[in-house]
């Protein structure tokens, strides 16, 4: 009988089938495989060690960024001329002084919040200050200044995270708290760039860095 040799024969089935043989996986399927599970032992390890210096961090750069913000303010207030400082571009806005010394009062108030510290100013005490002149003004916004970053670098950085209430209604973490001070000094000293247009000075140029 005639068989067509191209035609394979066929598997015989039941007790005599014969089952083909499993190819072997593929060895480069194992290496990948045994590859990202040491990738994600390693990641895993590693990150064990990550969360005290991501804290800290975050920390020196807040520092830096208000000694920026300090001596950005600085600016303003030295270019400002003495007789201006009561300057109001309208009857209903605070004077430049005014201004400063309520940026003043409110980085008080968020540091200390921040930190669960006591500030060492009554609310809105700087505004209410008899005293407007240059010269007191300077030193009171310095030296807010200088509180925020004291408080700033003696706060745990592990604490960054901590939720509070901010004015018993907002709650935030205490690393939230300062860059809303910050935002919040950033608004009005911006602010004043108008007033010193007003007196006939040229602002500051930007301090980004």
Not at 78 to 90: G, H, Q, V
Not at 164 to 191: C, L, N, P, W
């Amino acid at each position: 009988m005639y068989v067509d040799s191209a035609i394979p024969p066929a598997y015989p089935s039941g007790r005599d089938a014969v089952t083909a043989p499993e190819k072997p996986a593929s060895n480069h399927f194992k290496n990948l495989h045994m590859s990202v599970t040491h990738f994600l032992a390693t990641l895993c390890f590693l990150l064990g060690f990550v969360p005290l210096s991501q804290a800290q961090q975050p920390v020196d750069q807040m520092v830096k960024e208000w000694e920026r913000a300090k001596a950005y303010t600085k600016e303003y207030l030295d270019l400002m001329p003495d007789d201006k400082y009561s300057l109001k571009p309208t009857p209903e806005m605070r004077s430049f002084a005014g201004q400063m010394m309520h940026l003043t009062d409110a980085n008080y108030l968020f540091a200390s919040v921040a930190a669960g510290t006591q500030s060492p100013k009554g609310m809105g005490e700087m505004e209410k200050s008899a005293d407007q002149s240059k010269q007191n003004v300077i030193k009171q916004v310095m030296d807010g200044y200088d509180y925020v970053i004291a408080t700033l670098k003696q706060l745990d950085p592990s604490k960054m995270g901590e939720q509070i209430k901010m004015f018993d209604r907002f709650e935030m973490s205490r690393g939230v708290a300062f860059e809303k001070a910050f935002e919040h000094q950033t608004h009005h000293r911006g602010q004043t760039t108008v007033y010193l247009r007003l007196a006939g000075v040229k602002p500051p140029q930007e301090k980004l860095f």
